[in-house]
């Protein structure tokens, strides 16, 4: 049972036309993360969500936006996405930002984006 | 600011090998450590937790506070045991808080 689902699993888009990537959450967790992962790296955090509040990343570039319009939804928007933008998206959840009991975070499928 | 490192990018075995993945970390309080694995085509997914001190898929890993190291471990490797490794940190406080600090990953090759 999927439980952080991530759609669609392929995204294609043109360079610089606007993409939104979706993630949605049965878990009732308070936190949502977006990651970029490019090819035989790690997932590179790019914001998170703790319920309203949103945190992006120091490096994370304005490209890149999210919305968070309830506890179960999560998306990100890239405004003009550039060839350097393809890669695999990564969604994620965790009950709270402290690590009670070891909690760790859920994660999606992910969307694989590739930029024509 | 919390690290961890990965020393090894590639790792390959033969099956029924032993198999240890390294894992250090720095950090000046109680790390809350992790390892995930992500198998080819799968999403990532939780391996193993330090503090359950749990082995799971024969997978062991202890945490070495002298050595600063959470290694993990197999007596005897399988083919399905190739896959990309993460040692994970969690944030306890600063600007990680609340995040995963990721190790760079080792990919576990297990050859027949």
């Known amino acids: 049972d999927a439980m952080v689902i991530q759609n669609p699993r392929y995204q294609v888009t043109q360079f610089g036309k606007p993409v939104t990537l979706s993630c949605s959450q049965t878990l009732n967790h308070n936190v949502m993360y977006w990651y970029q992962q490019k090819s035989s790296q790690a997932p590179k955090l790019l914001f998170h969500y703790y319920d309203k509040d949103f945190n992006n990343e120091a490096d994370t570039p304005d490209n890149f936006q999210s919305r968070r319009p309830n506890t179960s939804f999560c998306f990100l928007d890239i405004r003009s996405p550039g060839l350097g933008d393809a890669a695999m998206y990564l969604c994620?959840?965790?009950?709270?930002?402290?690590?009670?009991?070891?909690?760790?975070?859920?994660f999606g499928d992910g969307t694989r984006l590739s930029i024509l | 600011a919390q690290r961890v490192t990965q020393p090894e990018k590639l790792l390959s075995v033969f099956k029924g090998a032993p198999v240890e993945l390294k894992c250090n970390y720095s950090y000046s309080g109680s790390p809350e450590l992790f390892w995930y694995v992500q198998y080819s085509r799968q999403r990532l997914q939780l391996l193993l937790r330090h503090i359950s001190r749990e082995s799971i898929k024969g997978f062991t890993a202890d945490l070495n506070k002298g050595e600063t190291s959470f290694h993990l471990k197999k007596p005897f490797a399988q083919e399905e045991d190739s896959a990309m490794y993460y040692c994970n940190s969690w944030g306890a406080g600063g600007t990680s808080y609340g995040k995963l600090t990721f190790g760079q990953g080792t990919i576990l090759t297990v050859h027949p």
């Open positions: 994620a959840t965790s009950r709270d930002l402290q690590a009670r009991g070891n909690q760790p975070q859920h």
